[in-house]
C-alpha cells in the first residue's frame, strides 16, 4: 500500500497552494481526478483581490478597508478574525504569485495593474486581462513540478477513510487503468472545488460535483453555511458561461427591454457595481415583471467601451461571445441571465483549515472557513484559495512533524477499498434500472426549480422530498455503457450518492433559515434578522439522517448595519 505524510485531493489553485506550503521534508501528494491545469481554477476570468494601491483612483486602499468590504459584502455573515487573515495576506500573496513569474497586466508604470469590482470601495482586483485563472495556475503548477511534488493525475478519490475520529488516508480509483488504490496518509487535505453541477445553470465545469464535500460530510466533519450559494447576475444567456464582472468592471451596463439602465432602481450609487446578489435578484425581478427579452434575459452592453478596450482587456469575454453565440460584442450587447456560480458554505474548518477531524484539513471552495459569509466579493475566491491553501499546507504540516503515525491505519484503508470493489462488482451485475444520467439531470431540475435565487417554503420542502426520493433510486441506478475506461455515467454514479448530501446539506439549511441574508432570499421571510439568525448553519450526517445546529459569528470589530450600495 502506499504511503504518505500529506494527501492533497485537488489540483487546482488551493490545492497546489497547498502542496507548495508543505514542509519540503514531508511525503506530499496531489490526487487529481483531471489533470491538474483542467482544475476548474483554469477558468477563473476576471481577477483576484489585494489591496495594493497601484490603481490612481485606489491609493488610499488598505487591506483594513479589504476586510471591511468583504464584511459587508458577506451581510455579517462572515467571521470578521477569518476576513480580516484573508485580506491581511492578500498582498505577500500576490507578491510572491509575481515573484513566481505570474504574467499580470500592467499599469504603464509597471505596477500590477488592478480594476474595479462589485461591493468593492476601491479597485483592488488584480489582473491578467480576463484569464485570470489560467495564469495563476500555470505559475503554481510549474512551482510544483520544480520542487518535484508527486501527482496522481485522473485519479478520483472515492472515501475519506476515519476511524475514531481520526483521519487514516484514501481509497481512489484511478481512471485509466480501472484499479482501485488504497492511500494511507498521516494528513489529508481536501482542495476539491465546489458543486456548482447539483444545479441545472451553472457555471460551473462538468467535475464540478461537490464529491469532496459529500464524501467530509459522511466521513463526520460537518458542513457549514451550505443555504448560501452564489448565483452569479451574468451568465451567457442559454450557455450559463460566465461572462465576467470584469465586463462590469470595464464598465458594462446593464439594459432591459425597454433601454433602461434598471439597476438605478436596485442599487443606485453602485449600479452595475452592486455585490453579485443583489445583482443576480435584480436581473431576475426584471424578466419576471416582463422586463426582459423571451422571458428570459437582459443586456450587458459593452458597445460604448469601444473595440479597443474590449481587445485588450476583455479577449476572452469576446471570444465566448464569438464562439458560443456568433455575437461580437463590439457591435451587439450580450444577452445575459443569472446562474449558479459559487459555494459559500462548504466544509467546516477554522482559520488555520483544521476540521473536527484528526488530520483531515480543507481549503479553497469545498471549504468554509467563513470569510465569504452569506455573499461573497468577486476576485475574493482565487484570493481565498491561494491564501488558505498555503495555511492548509502548514497545519498539516506542523500535525503530521508534531504527532505518531495512527495505529491500525492499513487494515482500516483496506477495508474501506474493499467495500468499493464490491460495490463496483456490484454495479456492473447490474443489467437494468434508471440511467445514471436520468437521476443526475432529475437532481440538477429539481435544485434549480426549488432551490435557486428566490425561495419558499413549500418548493425547498417538494426539493428534499425529491432528494429523498433520489437516494432511494440511487442504489439501483444502471449504467447503459460498457463500463471501460474513463466510463463518465460511472464516475457520475461514484459521487452522486454525495451530491444527494450536498444537495440536502444545502435545502435543509434554506428550509430552516426563516429569513433573507445575502444570496439566501426568503419571499416569506424578506428581511435580515440579525437578533434570531446572526449564527451559522452547521449540518452534520447522522445514521438518522441529517442534524442542524447554530454556532455564534465572530462580530468583534464591526458592527452589522444595513446594507446600502
Ligand atoms: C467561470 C468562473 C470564473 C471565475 N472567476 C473568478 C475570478 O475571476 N476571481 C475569483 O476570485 N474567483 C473566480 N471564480 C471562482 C474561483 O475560480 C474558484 O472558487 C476557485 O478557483 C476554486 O479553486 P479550488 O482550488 O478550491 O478548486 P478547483 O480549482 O475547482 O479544483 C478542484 C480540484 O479538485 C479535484 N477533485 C475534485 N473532486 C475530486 C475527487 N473526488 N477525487 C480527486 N480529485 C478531485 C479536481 O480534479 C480539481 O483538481 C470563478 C469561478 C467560475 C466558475
Redesign the pocket.
Known amino acids: 500500500m502506499t504511503e504518505h505524510d500529506i494527501l492533497i485531493?485537488?489540483?487546482?489553485?488551493?490545492?497546489?497552494a497547498a502542496a507548495l506550503s508543505a514542509d519540503p521534508a514531508l511525503r506530499v501528494a496531489v490526487?487529481?481526478?483531471?489533470h491538474?491545469l483542467?482544475?476548474?481554477?483554469?477558468?477563473?476570468?476576471?481577477?483576484?483581490?489585494a489591496a495594493l494601491g497601484n490603481n490612481p483612483d485606489g491609493r488610499d486602499d488598505s487591506w483594513e478597508k479589504h476586510a471591511f468590504d468583504t464584511i459587508k459584502g458577506s451581510d455579517y455573515l462572515a467571521d470578521q478574525d477569518a476576513a480580516e487573515l484573508l485580506c491581511r495576506m492578500a498582498v505577500p500573496a500576490i507578491l510572491e504569485l509575481d515573484g513566481w513569474g505570474a504574467p499580470f497586466s500592467r499599469f504603464p508604470d509597471g505596477t500590477i495593474a488592478q480594476r474595479p469590482f462589485g461591493g468593492a470601495g476601491f479597485p483592488r482586483?488584480c489582473?491578467a486581462q480576463d484569464r485570470?485563472?489560467l495564469v495563476l495556475?500555470h505559475t503554481l503548477y510549474e512551482q510544483c513540478v520544480r520542487r518535484g511534488i508527486a501527482f496522481y493525475d485522473e485519479?478520483?478519490?472515492?472515501t475519506l477513510v476515519v476511524r475514531d475520529g481520526r483521519c487514516l488516508g484514501l481509497v481512489?480509483f484511478d481512471l485509466g487503468s480501472g484499479e482501485v488504490m488504497p492511500l494511507r496518509s498521516r494528513a489529508v487535505i481536501f482542495?476539491?472545488?465546489?458543486y456548482?453541477r447539483v444545479f441545472l445553470r451553472?457555471?460551473?465545469?462538468y467535475?464540478?460535483?461537490g464529491?469532496?464535500i459529500g464524501?467530509a460530510f459522511r466521513a463526520g466533519v460537518p458542513l457549514k453555511d451550505m443555504e448560501f450559494v452564489q448565483f452569479?447576475p451574468t451568465s451567457l444567456h442559454g450557455k450559463n458561461?460566465?461572462i465576467?464582472?470584469?465586463a462590469r468592471g470595464e464598465g458594462g451596463y446593464l439594459v432591459n427591454n425597454r433601454g433602461r439602465r434598471f439597476m438605478e432602481d436596485y442599487a443606485p450609487k453602485t449600479m452595475e457595481l452592486a455585490p453579485r446578489d443583489i445583482l443576480a435578484r435584480a436581473i431576475q425581478t426584471e424578466v419576471d415583471k416582463g422586463h426582459g427579452f423571451a422571458d428570459e434575459y437582459v443586456h450587458l452592453d459593452l458597445r460604448h467601451l469601444g473595440k479597443d478596450k474590449i481587445l485588450k482587456r476583455l479577449p476572452g469575454i469576446r471570444d465566448i461571445c464569438l464562439n458560443f453565440l456568433g455575437l461580437d460584442p463590439i457591435d451587439a450587447p450580450i444577452p445575459i441571465q443569472p446562474a449558479q456560480?459559487?459555494s459559500m458554505g462548504g466544509i467546516d474548518v477554522d482559520v488555520d483549515c483544521a476540521s473536527p477531524v484528526e488530520g483531515f484539513y480543507a481549503?479553497?471552495?469545498?471549504?468554509c472557513v467563513s470569510v465569504h459569509g452569506a455573499n461573497r466579493l468577486?476576485?475574493?475566491?482565487?484570493?481565498?484559495?491561494v491564501v488558505f491553501?498555503k495555511i492548509a499546507g502548514a497545519s498539516a504540516s506542523r500535525y503530521v512533524k508534531g504527532g505518531s503515525p495512527p495505529a491500525a491505519a492499513e487494515r482500516a484503508v483496506d477495508e474501506e477499498s474493499r467495500r468499493f470493489r464490491d460495490r463496483l462488482a456490484e454495479i456492473r451485475r447490474r443489467d437494468s434500472g434508471e440511467n445514471v444520467f436520468g437521476l443526475f439531470n432529475r437532481l440538477k431540475a429539481v435544485m434549480s426549480e426549488n432551490a435557486g435565487i428566490f425561495r419558499t417554503e413549500k418548493p425547498l420542502g417538494r426539493a428534499r422530498e425529491e432528494i429523498r426520493a433520489l437516494r432511494d433510486a440511487a442504489p439501483k441506478a444502471y449504467i447503459y455503457g460498457s463500463i471501460g475506461k474513463y466510463c463518465q455515467e460511472l464516475l457520475i454514479l461514484a459521487?452522486f450518492g454525495y451530491m444527494l448530501d450536498v444537495a440536502e446539506a444545502i435545502v435543509q439549511g434554506a428550509l430552516l433559515r426563516e429569513e433573507t441574508r445575502g444570496s439566501h432570499y426568503r419571499r416569506d421571510f424578506p428581511v435580515r434578522l440579525d437578533d434570531h439568525w446572526l449564527k451559522h448553519t452547521i449540518v452534520a450526517w447522522t445514521e438518522r439522517g441529517l442534524e442542524t445546529s447554530y454556532r455564534p459569528v465572530k462580530t468583534d470589530k464591526y458592527k452589522p448595519q444595513e446594507r446600502k450600495y
Open positions: 485531493v485537488g489540483g487546482g489553485l488551493a490545492g497546489l490526487v487529481s481526478k483531471v491538474p483542467r482544475s476548474h481554477s483554469v477558468v477563473a476570468q476576471g481577477g483576484i483581490n482586483t489582473y485570470t485563472g495556475l485519479w478520483l478519490v472515492t481512489a482542495a476539491t472545488g465546489g456548482g451553472t457555471t460551473n465545469a467535475i464540478n460535483l464529491g469532496g464524501m452569479h458561461i460566465l465576467s464582472e470584469a456560480h459559487y481549503a479553497g471552495e469545498c471549504a468577486g476576485g475574493n475566491s482565487l484570493l481565498e484559495a491553501g459521487e
